[in-house]
């Protein structure tokens, strides 16, 4: 890859950063094991080494479980890379409350820079009034379905959430399974319990702790809300043994019409490309709930990835270089085209490169959204993300109450670990 060492993700790959010489810059990210992923990185690499032939990377690529552990080990033994892929929220705060984050702010005002960012998305990269990272794209969570299925059956749409549990009594009746889930990694029935807590009693609660809001509280309706995820359960909505299964078995499941509808996010578009033939992709937003307290139109979306700069970075001025590359309409559109992601840079996440389907959940669904909740176990401190985890775990296979649920999760938050 030119001037560009690669030192792939693996057995020989190193925990700890090398101090990069001048005109050399360590560069880690989790862009590997998925193709579309790959292929962006892989384009966006190799152009920069185009148009800055004289800076070096040495590259570390890892998946995203294995690439959060070393991340967070090269940074606890005082060893970090340069520049780095990471999360916003919790994970990144981590780094920021640690003094080890290169504060962005002088840069980001510098050339428009800054203003290139949707404001709301890099407010999610800020902390106490500063940037410590840039965000990278935008995920929102909707409802995916086959629309040849649906029409096959006669099942139609449902606008309230009464009429998606009549639904999905009517399709578990024809044999099929209501709702693909795979929760073998805990976070993909999150999108049940905040879209519930969402619309019974509103946008900005897990932020509202994060932000140490003294008025900061789940309230009664977080009990409600995992009360309706059990309900789910119970009524064997969801496929058999789902707490074990990976989300790539619950996608399959979906895509061979085995499963009808998926909770899941933007990234579902990318997903589905290798689905059968005659399959055609629909959405629809999370539905009403009766007698809601929430704004019944907000959407679920957050940042979902940020790229950031160690505060120990020997050549900050090339590190900025990079960002501002990686985070160019240029590169942005690449990343919408191939990833089939919003990004959180102004116009970069076209028609053209998005396609109909994202396209239309950008400009009509989060356009008229009243609020963009970010992701609770994003947001989170890393502790309190661990018990949200467990404890809807533990909800969905009966091992604990809903009421105990919510209260562990509550207190973890207020513990602010």
């Known amino acids: 890859m030119g001037l560009k060492r690669l030192l792939i993700a693996g057995a020989a790959m190193m925990l700890t950063a090398l101090p990069a010489a001048a005109g050399e810059l360590s560069f880690w990210h989790a862009y590997a094991g998925q193709q579309d992923k790959v292929d962006f ?4 690499l190799d152009e920069f080494a185009k148009a800055h032939p004289d800076i070096k990377l040495d590259v570390v690529a890892a998946e995203q ?23 916003p929220g919790g994970f990144l705060n981590a780094f920021v409350n640690g003094g080890q984050m290169y504060a962005l702010d002088a840069d980001l005002a510098r050339d428009g820079w800054g203003s290139s960012f949707l404001e709301s998305a890099l407010a999610q990269t800020s902390k106490d009034g500063h940037a410590y990272a ?11 379905y086959d629309k ?15 009429e998606l549990l009549a639904l999905a009594e009517t399709i578990k009746g024809e044999g099929i399974v209501p709702f693909a889930l795979g929760n073998k990694d805990a976070w993909p029935a999150t999108f049940w319990f905040q879209y519930l807590e969402m619309r019974l009693k509103g946008s900005g609660v897990v932020s509202a702790f994060v932000n140490k809001d003294a008025k900061a509280a789940l309230g009664g309706e977080a009990t409600k809300a995992l009360e309706h995820v059990a309900e789910l359960s119970s009524k064997g909505y969801f496929p058999i043994g789902f707490n074990g299964m990976g989300d790539q078995e619950a996608n399959m499941l979906f895509l061979n019409g085995q499963a009808a509808m998926m909770l899941n996010g933007t990234w579902q578009i990318g997903a589905s490309a290798d689905a059968p033939e005659g399959f055609e992709l629909g959405y629809f ?10 704004d019944q139109s907000d959407v679920l979306a957050g940042v979902a990835a940020t790229f950031g700069i160690s505060q120990k970075a020997e050549n900050k001025a090339d590190a900025v270089t990079l960002l501002k590359f990686l985070t160019s309409s240029q590169v942005m559109t690449k990343y919408v085209e191939l990833r089939k992601t919003m990004v959180t840079v102004k116009d970069a996440t076209t028609e053209a490169a998005a396609g109909p389907v994202l396209f239309d959940i950008s400009s009509k669904l989060m356009a008229k959204a009243g609020h963009l909740d970010p992701f609770y176990d994003t ?25 105990d649920a919510a209260k562990r999760l509550e207190d973890a938050l207020r513990a602010d670990k």
């Open 41 to 44: 990185i892989n384009f966006a």
């Open 65 to 87: 479980s294995a690439y959060k552990t070393k991340l967070n080990t090269a940074m606890a033994s005082g060893n970090p890379p340069d520049v780095f892929y990471t999360l």
């Open 134 to 144: 840039v965000p990278v794209d935008v995920d929102s969570v909707v409802f995916w």
């Open 148 to 162: 040849a299925l649906f029409a096959e059956k006669g099942w139609t749409v449902p606008s309230s959430y009464d």
């Open 285 to 294: 937003a999370f539905p009403a709930v009766k007698d809601g307290a929430g």
């Open 379 to 403: 947001a989170m401190p890393p502790a309190a993300t661990n018990i949200y985890y467990t404890s809807l775990q533990g909800v969905l296979d009966g091992s604990v109450p809903p009421a």
